[in-house]
């Protein structure tokens, strides 16, 4: 599916979920968990070699951090999401200025669905094609998660 398709379809099918309010401190405490699990994931990236196994963990902490920063940051939106695709469909559809591939977050996606759904382990190869967006990704959208608490805290 292409980013529109996935967002008309995420439309339609109520998977675009419209809340009331911002929990502000859990903003603050996902945004937490995200840095640590980063860091956690850069310590395993310089500690397993290429043929390792925990290549399946690196992906899984990247792409959990990925997701939440990612359901922060829309959550100023007051939005939330029925699943991961519907989330990342928003994202680029709505935030065009971010210049996120959809395409690279479908394969990062579709990556991680195989780790837990299809038993479809993470290989070195694997993570060194997503490497690069991954952290461009994750880097930006801490610094929109931060503006969004600064500006917010500001109105108080």
């Not at 419209?18 to 929990?23: F, L, M, N, P």
């Not at 992906?59 to 939440?68: G, S």
Request: proline residues 2%; glycine residues 4%.
């Amino acid at each position: 599916m292409t980013q529109e398709e996935a967002f008309l379809k995420c439309k339609k099918e109520g998977k675009i979920i419209a809340v009331s309010g911002i929990d502000i401190e859990k903003v603050k405490t996902t945004l937490a968990i995200a840095e640590s699990d980063i860091a956690s994931g850069k310590l395993l990236v310089g500690q397993i070699s290429k043929e390792s196994s925990q290549w399946n963990s690196v992906f899984k902490l990247f792409y959990d951090a990925l997701h939440e920063l990612a359901d922060s940051f829309l959550r100023f939106e007051e939005v939330k999401f029925d699943n991961h695709q519907c989330l990342f469909a928003y994202l680029c559809e709505k935030h065009p200025e971010l210049v996120f591939s959809w395409d690279i977050l479908e394969k990062i996606r579709t990556k991680r669905n195989g780790i837990n759904y299809y038993g479809s382990p993470i290989r070195y190869e694997d993570w060194k094609e997503v490497e690069v967006p991954f952290k461009l990704y994750l880097n930006k959208l801490k610094e929109e998660v931060r503006k969004k608490i600064a500006e917010s805290e500001k109105q108080f």
